[in-house]
C-alpha cells in the first residue's frame, strides 16, 4: 500500500523559516508535489519533485530524498498570506496523485 | 480563461436522492479527475479520465459514478445520496505533457441530509 504522513499543524511568526516534512511508503514513486489551499479555496501547484535535491521557486523551495522516501516544503520571509494548508502529494507510476492529510500552517504577527 | 469551472457550488440533497456535478475546463486538458476532501482527510480520488470516452476507478469510488462524453467536462453522479457523501467536492484537470501539475476548480460543497 501507500501511506504519507505529515505533521497536522505548524506555527510560526512573520519573517520567520518554517519547514513542513513530508515522509511517503510506496511502490513506483515518480515523483512529489506540494500543494497550498486557503480556507474555503481551492489546491493550488505550488512545485513538484522527480529528483533529488533542492528546487527554489521565490520564497518557497521543495526538497526531495528519494532514498530517505522523505521530503520537505520550505517557506521563506513568511507572510501572514502563507497562512494555509499544504499537501505533499506522491506521483506514481499513472500519474494518479495520492495526497497527504495536510499541514495546517498558521502564521503569527 | 476560466480554467476549471464546477456546477453548483452548493447543493443540500435529502438521503436517497440522485444528483449530477459538472466540471468543465477550457485549458483543452486530457486528464480530468474527481476529489473529496472531508475534514482532517485530506483530497482522496473518486474516479479520474486519462481522456473522453474513458473513465477509471480511484480511491474511494464506491456510491459514485462518472461519464466523460465530452473532453471539456467530467460529470459526477450520485445515484442515491447518503450521509456519509456529506463533503466538498473538488474537480481538477491536467494536461499530458505535464501531468504532475493539477488545476483545480472551486469545489462544491455537498450536504446530504
Known amino acids: 500500500g501507500q501511506s504519507l504522513e505529515q505533521p497536522s499543524e505548524v506555527t510560526a511568526v512573520e519573517g520567520a523559516i518554517v519547514q513542513i516534512n513530508c515522509t511517503y511508503q510506496?511502490?513506483?514513486?515518480?515523483?512529489l508535489s506540494w500543494y497550498q489551499q486557503h480556507d474555503g479555496g481551492a489546491p493550488t501547484f505550488l512545485s513538484y519533485?522527480?529528483?533529488?535535491g533542492l528546487e527554489e521557486t521565490g520564497r518557497f523551495s521543495s526538497f526531495l530524498s528519494r532514498s530517505d522516501s522523505y521530503g520537505y516544503l520550505l517557506l521563506q520571509e513568511l507572510q501572514m498570506k502563507d497562512s494555509a494548508s499544504y499537501f505533499c502529494?506522491?506521483?506514481?507510476?499513472?500519474?494518479?496523485?495520492?495526497f497527504g492529510r495536510g499541514t495546517s500552517l498558521i502564521v503569527h504577527p | 480563461n476560466a480554467g476549471v469551472t464546477q456546477t453548483p457550488k452548493f447543493r443540500v440533497l435529502k438521503t436517497g436522492q440522485s444528483m449530477t456535478l459538472l466540471c468543465a475546463q477550457d485549458?483543452?486538458?486530457?486528464?480530468m479527475y474527481w476529489y473529496r476532501q472531508d475534514p482532517g482527510m485530506g483530497l482522496r480520488l473518486i474516479h479520474y479520465?486519462?481522456?473522453?470516452?474513458?473513465?477509471a476507478k480511484g480511491e474511494v469510488p464506491d456510491g459514485y459514478n462518472v461519464s466523460r462524453l465530452k473532453k471539456q467536462n467530467f460529470l459526477l453522479g450520485l445515484e442515491s445520496a447518503a450521509p456519509s457523501q456529506t463533503s466538498v467536492y473538488f474537480c481538477?484537470?491536467?494536461?499530458?505533457?505535464?501531468?504532475?501539475?493539477?488545476?483545480f476548480g472551486a469545489g462544491t460543497r455537498l450536504s446530504v441530509l
Open positions: 481538477a484537470s491536467s494536461y499530458s505533457g505535464r501531468k504532475n501539475i493539477q488545476y
Open positions: 510506496t511502490s513506483g514513486f515518480y515523483g
Open positions: 519533485n522527480a529528483l533529488d
Open positions: 502529494a506522491v506521483i506514481r507510476g499513472s500519474y494518479i496523485p495520492t
Open positions: 485549458m483543452n486538458h486530457e486528464y
Open positions: 479520465s486519462v481522456g473522453e470516452g474513458t473513465t
